[in-house]
């Protein structure tokens, strides 16, 4: 990757939407080249899907919580594996330190949120889980 497909990762992180054309014109080159810089990330998979962030009148309807994960043993490929599979699950990391994995949790209702937990707490190589309800959200830029 050069700089060019950097820039293009950080306007399309900013808006997924944006159009080639529109992408183009702020980065200083043809449609094309945007066009065949977005294949190639998504065929390298640098890109893994272009998604839908929430507004915020449709935010304050929903709960978001950040759950910390640790592990009973190092490899989390098939914990990791089974939290792709949980719905609500929209955004998932590995950490160094006390924990492993921290993933965020949007949901309707704090029932809900509780039924995900123990799902997650119900996996097999899930030693302890720590969970944290978002109250605001701030843009950095």
């Avoid at 529109?22 to 080249?33: C, E, H, M, P």
């Avoid at 935010?59 to 043993?73: G, M, N, P, V």
């Avoid at 098939?78 to 609500?88: N, Y």
């Avoid at 039924?115 to 720590?130: C, G, N, S, W």
């Amino acid at each position: 990757m050069d700089d060019l497909d950097h820039q293009l990762l950080h306007l399309l992180t900013k808006d997924a939407r944006a159009s080639v054309t529109d992408l183009a014109t702020k980065l200083g080159v043809s449609r094309g080249t945007v066009q065949n810089r977005i294949d190639k990330l998504l065929h390298l998979k640098v890109i893994n899907r272009f998604t839908v962030e929430l507004g915020t009148s449709e935010e304050d309807h929903q709960i978001s919580a950040f759950t910390l994960i640790r592990l009973k043993a190092d490899d989390g490929r098939s914990t990791l594996a089974a939290l792709r599979r949980i719905d609500a699950i929209t955004d998932m990391h590995t950490l160094s330190g006390n924990f492993d994995i921290v993933v965020e949790v949007r949901t309707s209702s704090l029932k809900r949120l509780d039924k995900i937990l123990d799902a997650i707490r119900a996996l097999p190589e899930v030693a302890e889980t720590q969970s944290h309800i978002r109250l605001s959200s701030f843009a950095v830029a």
